[in-house]
């Protein structure tokens, strides 16, 4: 085994990849540490900085879709799980990506780290996982979507603020609970008035998602309206002073007039 991981220290990529291939089938078959060793083979790739070496970009793709397969076995969940903690922003945005492809064996999981973690940085990023996992289970985290949006952290504020939007992408009005659709409304629209700018961006966005999905009611949508107007300054003439922010209610604005 010892030879098959040595190849993916290669700088050949062709060489990567074909050990990705012969780990994950490797895996299919082992247990204990040597279970363990392959799939943190393949979570190596996520640490590869694709800015100093691009030509690897295939490989640590395969390795997502091989490590999204094989994070089905719960102890290896766990390891995922456990490497979410690390405070590297490029491997964690790619252990999001593999959680969103695990789907549903990664709800609880994600779930209960969230509410465990003290780290701001690590939940906002267990947020993010649930905002790309598409089975419909997941809209049990709808509500905890919402109470994030009123977290102490902006980046947890901003995360919250970009999953209520995804979610309204990906599922049908009738898909969520009774009354979630008019609380999320809400606490979008309260977050309007949010001290950070990302966060009242990214809410106008996901307003804006709500409406393209037919999440709102005609008083809604003429809320949202006046909401537009206001951050762009045609109602008071105190318009909000982010740039990233008034583009977002130009989309809407544009988007409510049809």
Known sequence: MQSLLEQF????????????????????GAAG???Q????ALLQLFYVDL??????????????????RAAADPDLLDVLMEHLRYPDLKASLSITRVLGR?????????????????????RAMALHALSKIRDAEVLEAGD????????????????????????????QPGQFPPAWADRAFSALIAALADPYAPVRAKALRSL?????GGFLHPQQSRQLDQACRKALGETDFAWDPAYIVRVEAGEVLKQLKG
């Open 33 to 35: 540490p040597d279970k």
């Open 9 to 28: 220290r290669s700088p050949d990529p062709t060489v990567v990849s074909a050990a990705v291939s012969q780990t994950e089938a490797r895996l299919r």
């Open 51 to 68: 800015y100093d070496r691009p030509e690897m970009a295939p490989a640590q793709e395969k390795a997502m879709a091989a490590a999204s």
């Open 208 to 212: 804006g998602k709500m409406a393209r």
């Open 37 to 40: 060793s392959l799939f943190e």
């Open 102 to 122: 695990t789907g549903k064996p990664a709800i609880a999981r994600l779930l209960d780290f969230y509410r465990t973690q003290a780290d701001p940085y690590a």
């Open 144 to 171: 905890l979507m919402l109470e994030a949006l009123r977290d102490a952290h902006p980046e947890v504020r901003d995360t919250a603020a970009r999953s209520v939007g995804k979610y309204c992408g990906y599922f």
